[in-house]
Protein backbone atom coordinates (compact mmCIF):
# COMPACT_ATOMS: atom_id res chain seq x y z
CA UNK A 1 0.00 0.00 0.00
CA UNK A 2 1.31 3.22 -0.94
CA UNK A 3 0.05 6.33 0.86
CA UNK A 4 0.27 10.30 1.25
CA UNK A 5 -2.00 12.66 1.97
CA UNK A 6 -4.13 12.49 -1.58
CA UNK A 7 -4.04 9.03 -2.94
CA UNK A 8 -3.12 5.30 -2.02
CA UNK A 9 -3.60 2.04 -4.03
CA UNK A 10 -4.12 -1.15 -2.70
CA UNK A 11 -4.23 -4.55 -4.49
CA UNK A 12 -7.41 -6.50 -3.09
CA UNK A 13 -7.93 -9.18 -5.74
CA UNK A 14 -4.25 -10.02 -6.84
CA UNK A 15 -1.95 -8.31 -9.30
CA UNK A 16 -4.07 -7.55 -11.85
CA UNK A 17 -6.47 -5.89 -10.14
CA UNK A 18 -5.80 -2.34 -8.04
CA UNK A 19 -8.16 0.15 -6.76
CA UNK A 20 -7.01 4.14 -6.91
CA UNK A 21 -8.81 6.43 -5.10
CA UNK A 22 -8.36 10.13 -4.04
CA UNK A 23 -10.48 12.89 -1.73
CA UNK A 24 -12.77 14.90 -3.61
CA UNK A 25 -15.20 17.67 -3.29
CA UNK A 26 -18.89 18.13 -4.58
CA UNK A 27 -20.79 21.52 -4.80
CA UNK A 28 -24.58 22.22 -4.44
CA UNK A 29 -25.40 24.97 -6.56
CA UNK A 30 -28.27 27.48 -6.24
CA UNK A 31 -29.54 29.77 -8.99
CA UNK A 32 -30.91 32.65 -7.03
CA UNK A 33 -32.01 34.08 -11.03
CA UNK A 34 -34.20 31.02 -11.76
CA UNK A 35 -34.87 29.69 -8.54
CA UNK A 36 -33.11 26.20 -9.57
CA UNK A 37 -30.67 24.26 -8.73
CA UNK A 38 -28.30 23.20 -10.69
CA UNK A 39 -26.69 19.69 -11.14
CA UNK A 40 -25.03 17.87 -13.63
CA UNK A 41 -25.96 14.35 -15.74
CA UNK A 42 -23.18 12.04 -17.51
CA UNK A 43 -22.59 8.35 -17.99
CA UNK A 44 -21.23 6.42 -15.94
CA UNK A 45 -19.59 2.84 -16.87
CA UNK A 46 -20.16 1.41 -13.97
CA UNK A 47 -23.99 2.27 -13.87
CA UNK A 48 -24.39 0.60 -16.84
CA UNK A 49 -22.72 -2.43 -16.18
CA UNK A 50 -24.91 -3.33 -13.36
CA UNK A 51 -27.90 -2.76 -15.52
CA UNK A 52 -26.15 -5.14 -17.97
CA UNK A 53 -25.78 -7.94 -15.40
CA UNK A 54 -29.34 -6.95 -14.30
CA UNK A 55 -31.27 -7.71 -17.59
CA UNK A 56 -28.08 -10.14 -19.07
CA UNK A 57 -26.84 -11.83 -15.68
CA UNK A 58 -25.78 -14.66 -18.33
CA UNK A 59 -22.81 -12.03 -19.22
CA UNK A 60 -21.18 -12.34 -15.92
CA UNK A 61 -21.49 -16.38 -15.54
CA UNK A 62 -18.09 -16.97 -16.85
CA UNK A 63 -15.91 -14.78 -15.02
CA UNK A 64 -12.80 -16.68 -16.43
CA UNK A 65 -13.51 -14.74 -19.63
CA UNK A 66 -11.44 -11.93 -20.99
CA UNK A 67 -13.32 -9.99 -22.24
CA UNK A 68 -17.60 -10.07 -22.43
CA UNK A 69 -18.97 -11.29 -25.04
CA UNK A 70 -21.35 -9.23 -27.49
CA UNK A 71 -25.00 -8.46 -27.03
CA UNK A 72 -27.63 -9.26 -29.57
CA UNK A 73 -29.72 -6.12 -27.88
CA UNK A 74 -27.30 -4.03 -26.09
CA UNK A 75 -28.68 -1.57 -23.46
CA UNK A 76 -28.78 1.82 -24.60
CA UNK A 77 -26.20 4.22 -23.37
CA UNK A 78 -28.82 6.38 -21.17
CA UNK A 79 -29.43 3.40 -18.90
CA UNK A 80 -26.03 4.58 -17.47
CA UNK A 81 -26.86 8.39 -17.34
CA UNK A 82 -27.12 9.50 -13.33
CA UNK A 83 -27.84 13.05 -11.92
CA UNK A 84 -24.91 14.61 -9.81
CA UNK A 85 -23.58 16.88 -7.95
CA UNK A 86 -21.18 19.48 -9.15
CA UNK A 87 -17.68 17.49 -8.25
CA UNK A 88 -14.13 16.66 -8.65
CA UNK A 89 -11.52 14.71 -7.43
CA UNK A 90 -8.63 16.88 -5.43
CA UNK A 91 -5.41 16.22 -7.65
CA UNK A 92 -4.10 19.63 -8.01
CA UNK A 93 -0.84 20.57 -5.55
CA UNK A 94 -0.95 23.85 -3.65
CA UNK A 95 -4.80 24.40 -4.36
CA UNK A 96 -7.33 24.28 -1.31
CA UNK A 97 -10.36 22.43 -1.04
CA UNK A 98 -12.23 25.76 -2.29
CA UNK A 99 -10.26 26.62 -4.80
CA UNK A 100 -10.84 23.46 -6.68
CA UNK A 101 -14.41 23.55 -6.07
CA UNK A 102 -14.51 27.17 -7.49
CA UNK A 103 -12.71 25.41 -10.42
CA UNK A 104 -15.14 22.54 -11.02
CA UNK A 105 -18.20 25.03 -11.01
CA UNK A 106 -16.86 26.88 -14.10
CA UNK A 107 -15.61 23.71 -15.67
CA UNK A 108 -18.93 21.67 -15.13
CA UNK A 109 -21.29 24.04 -15.02
CA UNK A 110 -19.70 27.46 -16.56
CA UNK A 111 -20.27 29.91 -13.10
CA UNK A 112 -17.32 32.03 -11.93
CA UNK A 113 -17.64 31.76 -8.46
CA UNK A 114 -15.19 32.96 -5.71
CA UNK A 115 -13.77 31.12 -2.39
CA UNK A 116 -15.89 33.82 -0.60
CA UNK A 117 -19.39 32.39 -1.95
CA UNK A 118 -18.61 29.07 -0.88
CA UNK A 119 -19.85 27.82 2.45
CA UNK A 120 -18.91 24.19 3.45
CA UNK A 121 -21.67 21.97 4.43
CA UNK A 122 -19.76 19.15 5.87
CA UNK A 123 -17.71 15.83 5.05
CA UNK A 124 -18.21 12.20 4.78
CA UNK A 125 -16.95 9.04 3.33
CA UNK A 126 -18.33 8.17 -0.51
CA UNK A 127 -17.12 4.69 -1.93
CA UNK A 128 -16.94 3.15 1.55
CA UNK A 129 -17.07 -0.19 -0.31
CA UNK A 130 -14.51 0.43 -2.62
CA UNK A 131 -12.12 3.20 -1.89
CA UNK A 132 -13.83 4.64 1.94
CA UNK A 133 -12.76 8.27 0.05
CA UNK A 134 -13.55 11.37 1.89
CA UNK A 135 -15.57 14.13 0.11
CA UNK A 136 -16.21 17.48 1.26
CA UNK A 137 -19.85 18.96 0.61
CA UNK A 138 -20.38 23.06 0.03
CA UNK A 139 -23.11 25.12 -1.07
CA UNK A 140 -22.84 27.90 -3.42
CA UNK A 141 -25.24 30.84 -4.78
CA UNK A 142 -25.08 31.99 -7.99
CA UNK A 143 -27.06 33.95 -10.40
CA UNK A 144 -27.25 34.56 -14.67
CA UNK A 145 -24.69 36.86 -14.10
CA UNK A 146 -22.15 34.86 -12.91
CA UNK A 147 -22.13 32.80 -15.95
CA UNK A 148 -19.22 32.95 -18.08
CA UNK A 149 -20.00 29.36 -20.54
CA UNK A 150 -21.86 26.53 -20.69
CA UNK A 151 -19.93 24.56 -18.77
CA UNK A 152 -19.94 20.43 -19.76
CA UNK A 153 -16.45 19.79 -18.08
CA UNK A 154 -13.33 19.18 -20.15
CA UNK A 155 -13.72 16.73 -23.32
CA UNK A 156 -10.00 15.81 -23.75
CA UNK A 157 -10.48 14.68 -20.47
CA UNK A 158 -13.57 12.54 -21.62
CA UNK A 159 -16.05 14.24 -19.16
CA UNK A 160 -18.87 14.43 -21.30
CA UNK A 161 -21.12 16.41 -18.70
CA UNK A 162 -24.92 17.98 -19.43
CA UNK A 163 -26.14 20.84 -17.13
CA UNK A 164 -29.27 20.64 -15.66
CA UNK A 165 -31.53 22.73 -13.35
CA UNK A 166 -34.08 21.26 -11.21
CA UNK A 167 -36.73 23.86 -10.21
CA UNK A 168 -36.51 24.64 -6.31
CA UNK A 169 -40.94 23.84 -6.08
CA UNK A 170 -39.93 20.34 -7.53
CA UNK A 171 -36.90 19.65 -6.15
CA UNK A 172 -37.96 16.92 -3.64
CA UNK A 173 -40.41 15.51 -5.70
CA UNK A 174 -37.39 15.20 -7.71
CA UNK A 175 -34.79 13.62 -5.08
CA UNK A 176 -37.45 10.85 -4.68
CA UNK A 177 -38.41 9.98 -7.70
CA UNK A 178 -36.53 6.43 -8.16
CA UNK A 179 -36.99 7.08 -12.19
CA UNK A 180 -33.90 9.60 -12.27
CA UNK A 181 -31.09 8.01 -11.29
CA UNK A 182 -29.35 9.97 -8.58
CA UNK A 183 -26.53 9.84 -6.25
CA UNK A 184 -27.35 10.21 -2.73
CA UNK A 185 -25.18 13.48 -2.85
CA UNK A 186 -27.82 15.22 -4.64
CA UNK A 187 -31.02 13.62 -2.19
CA UNK A 188 -29.43 14.86 1.05
CA UNK A 189 -27.88 17.93 -0.61
CA UNK A 190 -31.59 19.01 -1.39
CA UNK A 191 -32.50 17.96 1.86
CA UNK A 192 -30.09 20.04 3.55
CA UNK A 193 -31.61 23.05 1.76
CA UNK A 194 -34.29 23.00 2.44
CA UNK A 195 -34.02 22.66 5.71
CA UNK A 196 -30.97 25.18 6.31
CA UNK A 197 -31.69 27.58 3.20
CA UNK A 198 -35.74 27.35 2.12
CA UNK A 199 -36.71 29.18 5.47
CA UNK A 200 -35.10 31.95 5.08
CA UNK A 201 -36.13 32.36 1.53
CA UNK A 202 -38.09 35.62 0.88
CA UNK A 203 -41.83 34.48 0.51
CA UNK A 204 -43.67 35.11 -2.39
Same mark, same amino acid.
Given at each position: ? !? ?34 ? $? ?7 ? $? ?10 ? !? ?17 ? $? !? ?7 ? &? ?20 ? &? ?39 ? &? ?5 ? &????? $? ?21 ? !? ?18
Amino acid at each position: M !VVNQKIACWVPLGPQCSVSFQISVSILIFNTSRQCF $VVVKQFRPA $VYMCEVERHHPE !VFQNQNKESFPSLENPLPA $V !VGVTYELCA &GIVDKPGLSLEEIACEEILEEC &GYRVSTADLRRITSYRSGVGVTGSRQTLFYAEVNDQMRSSG &GGGQPEE &GELIE $VVEIPLGESMKFAYDETFPKTMG !VIFSFMWFHNNIAPKLPKK
